[in-house]
RNA sequence: GCCGGUGUGGCGCAGUUGGUAGCGCAGGCGAUUUGUAAUCGUCAGGUCGUGGGUUCGAGUCCCUCCACCGGCUCCA
């Protein structure tokens, strides 16, 4: 609340009675409270000099609880509709919660499900359940939940280590008590109780805006060698307002998704007979490509990188010597044999390539650093599971590079990679980002501490000086080295992991590649993987997703439609299409065989920047009548060569969308597209 | 790979308790010549993902495989 006031009360009392002493309005949201930095339940008896602070439930924190409540009235419906079903565990997460179980008998949830557990839900909340704290020796516990596999595990777990901690994953920790000496359930009937940190609300009658959204699959503390589980994903407000908000979020990523906006706008496709995870790209999924690519060459270009192309299959001795077989072979196809002798696999990586063209030659210090490019196809063997439209795929292309530098070049280009990848991706129209640093996978590395110790110190340095936000991923690292990862955010919010940086002092190990120092004498260079997109594919996804189809105009596989009013328009249309073609723009003509109207919609639908509707008017003035992508009122008779020089305008300075040269402000605009979808 | 779900013409869908397939959009053709988000008519298009089984008879039931969807584990 912020203010600090001090206040007297009876012995005993709870913060449930400090509340009735305070303004009815200031608290009716509150659903917990922090007392001396620890977060308690509302029936938590107050002790002398306490510190309070309350938690409302339209705060994260408030939320959280809210949410981890709603879980466990989930826990007890199925409980009640499934008799004997075991509850695993039910934290909260971001947006929602979840609540892991199996259910006895070979029975298990099914989509359907849903609809009758929140049915049984509602009921509990009506009836204003309170949830009554209890703490038992782990003893006793143990007793109490002797017909639950999970909890029994949870608690011996915290008996046997004196804390929640541990090897347990953090989820399992806001089940379990934070002393180690007694461990706290929740008691929501006589016959329903749940072991439990904590804290909870007062009472079910305090939740109710929620919703129940999947069925899905999980494994007992997210190990696969473990018990496969039943997960229901749900999520709760502190309001229905709010839960509306939350569920027309959801429906807008659905509206975004790339794979069928793909579809929608032929932009590519996953035929069956080439199999999963392996895309074609459609005549103007293609253009969109090739103008990401070449747009990417140039920049390459400019940025002092070498141009090369390496072959999509090697024999396996290449891959024997880099590690990858031993370290990745799991996500090697399996290899063709040629003349009985040879095993030939497809690449998962372009890294070996690149080495072998630096040793193809003594190489001088004065060639460093040495930055080679390519846009590398590499094919990857993926479990059949993960396989995800655009971004996650099995045949793949990477705008990879390899930098051979020296020691001291390292760090310089590091800060200069970094700097290129942000620019290029804010020339991409992205432009929140964080870092993420990897570092070393404990048991699947190679390399000396130190040599770790190093890499990672250098990645971390210039990750800093990036004013960026810098996350530690512990043991995401590659096999051969620490990376980067530039994460960013997307239109609405959602983040994606893009570009990759990775040091490297053990590949050039292994090739026993060198260069020539200025004393004559032999140095190993140190390599930097670095990929900008990732790959071509997903960040193509990305791309759809954040511009929900809408791309800028730059980027857009059509960028103008001419629209004749009449046939009879169609000489001027024609010249004028020749104008703009000129130009370099991309154009389409539309004849009049169908109503303006039903023309428009067609171009609208299809996300054309520009839709040029040209009539007499135009034909007599040498004008034309613009319909820009996200306006739903047309800007008539603008003189053609003005339009020219707009949408050379917006071509050049990559405008997100048409709109940002014309000042318009319509909020038509994001209402139309809604209309639409 | 694992758990659950789904798979009907290019796309979106309907197909009652098993009795050999429909609709809308898109497409072809014809008419319509249209000033801002669907003009009318007509035609064509599917061995119902695959392979097997049950049955007199399978889009409907059972099994196999494939693919996709939601997650988990992995990950660019």
Redesign the pocket.
């Known amino acids: 609340m912020g203010n600090e006031t001090s206040i007297t009360l009876d012995v005993g009392s709870t913060i449930l009675d400090l509340l009735t002493h305070l303004d009815k309005k200031l608290v009716q949201n509150v659903i917990a409270a922090e007392v001396n930095g620890e977060e308690k339940d509302l029936t938590y008896a107050l002790e002398d000099a306490d510190q309070l602070e309350l938690i409302d439930s339209d705060s994260a924190q408030g939320r959280h609880i809210l949410r981890h409540s709603t879980a466990h009235v989930m826990a007890q419906a199925v409980t009640s509709l499934w008799p004997g079903a075991y509850f695993a565990i039910g934290p909260a997460i971001e947006d929602g919660f979840y609540y892991d179980f199996f259910l006895p008998d070979g029975k298990?949830f099914?989509?359907a499900d849903i609809e009758r557990i929140e049915a049984e839900m509602r009921k509990i909340i009506a009836a204003r359940q309170p949830f009554l704290r209890e703490e038992y020796e782990p003893q006793e516990a143990l007793c109490i939940f002797s017909d639950q596999p999970f909890k029994t595990e949870i608690i011996e777990n915290i008996a046997s280590t004196g804390s929640s901690s541990g090897e347990i994953a953090a989820e399992i920790a806001t089940e379990a008590a934070p002393n180690a000496s007694k461990v706290s359930a929740y008691r929501n009937s006589e016959w329903f109780v749940d072991l439990c940190r904590g804290p909870h609300v007062p009472h079910t009658g305090r939740l109710g805006h929620f919703k129940l959204l999947?069925?899905?699959?999980?494994?007992w503390r997210?190990?696969?060698k473990k018990q496969?589980l039943?997960?229901i994903y749900g999520t709760a407000f502190e309001s229905e307002k709010m839960l509306n908000e939350h569920l027309n979020r959801l429906l807008e990523a659905e509206r975004r998704d790339h794979?069928k906006l793909g579809?929608e706008l032929d932009l590519f496709s996953?035929p069956?007979e080439i199999?999963?995870?392996l895309a074609v790209f459609h005549p103007k999924g293609g253009l969109v490509r090739k103008i990401m690519e070449d747009y990417s060459r140039m920049r390459h270009e400019q940025e002092g990188y070498q141009f090369v192309y390496s072959p999509h299959i090697t024999k396996g001795d290449l891959f024997e010597i880099s590690g990858h077989l031993n370290w990745f072979g799991e996500n090697i196809f399996p290899p063709m044999e040629i003349d009985g002798e040879n095993k030939y696999y497809l690449k998962p990586m372009n890294c070996p390539f690149h080495i072998l063209i630096f040793r193809s030659k003594q190489r001088s210090y004065r060639e460093l650093p040495l930055r080679l490019f390519e846009f590398g196809t590499v094919y990857?063997y993926?479990?059949?599971?993960?396989?995800?439209?655009l971004?996650?795929?099995?045949g793949?292309t990477q705008d990879d590079s390899h930098i051979f530098c020296t020691r001291e070049q390292m760090t310089g280009e590091l800060k200069s990679i970094l700097t290129f990848v942000l620019d290029l991706l804010r020339e991409f129209g992205l432009n929140d980002f964080y870092l993420e640093l990897s570092t070393r996978p404990e048991g699947k590395a190679v390399g000396s501490d130190q040599e770790w110790e190093e890499a990672t110190t250098a990645l971390h340095d210039t990750a800093n000086a990036m004013n960026i936000p810098l996350v530690l991923d512990e043991g995401?690292g590659?096999f051969y080295g620490p990376k980067i990862?530039v994460q960013a955010k997307d239109a609405i919010g959602r983040t994606w992991?893009?570009s990759?940086v990775q040091l490297d002092f053990q590949l050039p190990q292994r090739f026993d590649i060198s260069y020539i120092g200025s004393d004559n004498t032999k140095h190993r260079p140190v390599m930097i993987h670095r990929?900008l997109f990732?790959?071509v594919?997903?960040f193509f996804g990305v791309l759809l997703e954040h511009y929900a189809g809408a791309l800028p105009t730059w980027l857009s596989p059509v960028q103008v439609k001419i629209l004749p009013?009449?046939?009879?328009h169609e000489e001027y249309c024609l010249q004028l299409k020749e104008l703009l073609a000129a130009e370099g723009i991309r154009i389409e003509y539309m004849q009049?065989?169908?109503?303006?109207?039903?023309r428009?919609?067609q171009a609208?639908?299809e996300k054309i920047p520009y839709?040029l509707?040209?009539?007499?008017?135009?034909v007599a003035s040498g004008t034309v009548?613009i319909?820009l992508r996200g306006v739903?009122d047309?800007i008539?008779a603008v003189q053609k060569e003005d339009f020219i020089a707009k949408i050379k305008e917006d071509i050049q300075k990559h405008w997100s969308n048409p709109t940002e040269g014309f000042a318009i402000d319509n909020p038509s605009a994001v209402r139309?597209?809604k209309e639409?979808s």
Not at 391 to 394: I, L, S
Not at 592 to 598: N, Q, T, W
């Open positions: 298990h099914t989509e999947k069925v899905a699959g999980a494994y997210g190990d696969e496969q039943q997960r794979r579809l996953f069956d199999g999963s995870g990857r993926e479990k059949s599971g993960v396989i995800h439209g971004t996650r795929v099995r793949m995401g590659a990862s992991q893009m990759t990929a990732g790959t594919e997903r009013i009449r046939d009879t009049a065989k169908e109503p303006l109207g039903a428009i919609r609208k639908l839709i509707a040209v009539g007499d008017e135009d009548g319909n739903k047309p008539r139309v597209e639409l």
